[in-house]
């Protein structure tokens, strides 16, 4: 009588923080700070510029990177083509809230353009080092065979 060995495929456990996690979390950071330092150095205009300018694009980025991830799940291939066109979306839609905020004149009175662009840059900058943190702290093997796997018929 013989026994079947079972077969054990490691599995691959990611461990730290998300990219999507630190991104997130220093993009948020980075509103809450610019929105009080634009409320105590420039008042009411700063604030909301900060706000409006971050908070516009801490959502631009979290929505981006959740469509990529999602295609990646359904279809890996295209994956690419699908990162490159929501890059250039964000970019698009960043453009237009900017544009459409100039045009409604709101730019000045009740919204400091120097605190949205602020808000803006900080937010893009601190997304970015909170991905490349979140990413290069996952240890994830570069190959499968790399981890230990039991034999199956006992130490040798």
Known sequence: MTTESK??????HR??????L???A????AVVVLTGSGAVLDGSPGAVGALVGGGLTLAVFVLGISVVSAAAKVLPAASL??????YTLQLVVLLVVAAAVERAGL?????SRGWFAAGVIAVTLLW??????GATRQRIPAYADALPSPHPGGER
């Open 15 to 20: 461990t730290g923080v998300s990219p999507l």
């Open 22 to 24: 630190g991104g997130a």
């Open 7 to 12: 077969q054990d495929t490691p599995q691959v």
């Open 128 to 133: 970015l080092a909170g991905q490349v943190v």
């Open 26 to 29: 220093a993009g948020a950071a």
């Open 107 to 111: 730019a000045g009175d009740e919204l």
């Open 81 to 86: 083509l699908v990162a490159l066109l929501t």
